[in-house]
């Protein structure tokens, strides 16, 4: 059986973002000019009016402050509320493939890893932008990676199964080294017209390269252990599919766009959370003060702040549980990997750390590294 290492990382971060400010205005906008269309069904108790949207609650309700998109400007049309990303010719990069390239690009860089020497890639990622042929195989073609490649979906823990998958062939031997790429284009599939989330998201791609730990010289995180697990809920859920014309279902319809039930979500997930993160470390013989850093899935400030403190037994500083969401938002599958990429660099060798992803399915899956 042989080990295996992340050696690299990789962050592409768009160049539009949007802030609280920004999104508000936009929102509010839309809420006035539509209650005023509406304004005799509202007056005769028809209909009800669209209340506004306001910073201080979703800096407070969340910690987000800003989120990066692909494009700001469809988004912030309060006649649109929603992005602008126009069709690609099939003999085009696709979005996705091109934002996996820069962030796989960097992971190589760091590593100092030829593409060509890649024996997979899995891209996985909460949406597709196709159903095929899978983006990943469109990234091993424009990279000039090596093997083999496919998508993989597990919403917001799409990553930590990405990279369990992927070390479970390097200790198995069936490959060497794989990139697991996490395109999040999550403006798309978020409803910017609901109130109750339209914050929530932000776009990105995050990359990692994972070795056969075997002679690397440079620096490295060693995977000690991964684990995984899944409990079905609707509480978040988007009903768009394939089946949909079937359906006579093409219209503009809330449910083909992002739904949750927040407050039942931040409930039931929290335990479930912490007594996954607490059974992986018990296996392993780890307690809190055994755990350098905490690298967690970036939903809700109030959410991390609970688990940080369940997993460390005390409060954790912002060193021994960092937050990228004030200035990324929730960027689905990425969350928990920008998290590592910016924030790991200082640990010392013999460190030890945990990246813990959460979200829709529900689905949990956490990666105990240390660092070489
Ligand atoms: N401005 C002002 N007031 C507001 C706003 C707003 N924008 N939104 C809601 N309110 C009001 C509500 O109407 C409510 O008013 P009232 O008390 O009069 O009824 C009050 O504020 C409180 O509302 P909530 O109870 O909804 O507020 P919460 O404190 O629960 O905060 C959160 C809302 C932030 C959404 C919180 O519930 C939360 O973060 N929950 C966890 C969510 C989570 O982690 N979800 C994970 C989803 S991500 C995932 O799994 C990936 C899916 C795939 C990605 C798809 C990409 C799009």
């Known amino acids: 059986m042989h080990s295996a290492a ?24 839309y809420a006035d000019r539509q209650n005023a269309a509406n304004a005799a069904a509202i007056a005769a108790g028809e209909a009800a009016p669209i209340p506004h949207s306001s910073s201080d609650f979703i800096e407070e309700a969340s910690g987000i402050r800003s989120r990066y ?11 649109r509320l929603f992005p602008r990303l126009p069709p690609r010719a099939d003999d085009a990069p696709s979005l996705m493939a091109e934002m996996a390239l820069d962030a796989s690009r960097q992971a190589l860089d760091t590593a100092g890893v030829d593409a060509g020497d890649v024996d997979a890639v899995i ?29 993989m979906n597990v919403a917001c823990s799409s990553a930590t199964f990405g990279i369990l998958t992927a070390t479970d062939m390097i200790r198995a031997g069936t490959i060497r080294r794989a990139l697991v790429v996490n395109p999040e284009i999550c403006s798309a599939h978020l409803e910017w017209r609901d109130r109750d989330c339209h914050f929530i998201f932000g776009d990105v791609c995050t990359a990692v390269l994972i070795e056969r730990d075997e ?41 083909m766009q992002f739904m949750q039930e927040g407050r039942k979500v931040f409930k039931e997930v929290l335990p479930l959370v912490s007594r996954h993160i607490a059974d992986h470390m018990a296996q392993e013989g780890l307690t809190g003060d055994d755990l350098r850093r905490l690298w967690l899935h970036q939903a809700n400030r109030g959410m991390n702040d609970y688990i940080g403190k369940k997993v460390l037994g ?18 689905s599958s990425a969350g928990s990997i920008i998290a590592f990429a910016q924030h790991s660099g200082d640990l010392a060798p013999g460190e030890t750390g945990l990246i813990c992803s959460f ?6 899956g956490s990666v105990l590294v240390q660092r070489a």
């Open 6 to 29: 992340i050696t690299g990382t990789g962050v592409f971060t768009p160049d539009q973002s949007i802030s609280n400010a920004e999104l508000v205005t936009a929102f509010n906008a």
């Open 69 to 79: 998109v692909m494009d700001k400007s469809g988004v912030l049309d309060p006649d």
């Open 123 to 151: 891209c996985a990622a909460s949406n597709h932008e196709r159903a095929y042929p899978a983006i990943a195989v469109e990234i091993q073609n424009l990279l000039g990676a090596g093997g083999f490649a496919f998508d």
């Open 215 to 255: 002679g690397l010289q440079a620096p490295h995180f060693k995977i000690k252990s991964t684990r995984a697990a899944t409990q079905f809920s609707n509480n978040i859920r988007n009903n768009d599919g394939f089946l949909r014309r079937t359906r006579d279902q093409m219209e503009d319809r809330r449910d």
């Open 314 to 331: 005390r409060t954790p500083t912002p060193q021994e549980q960092p937050n990228i969401l004030q200035d990324y938002a929730n960027t």
């Open 359 to 364: 979200g829709a399915g529900y689905s949990v």
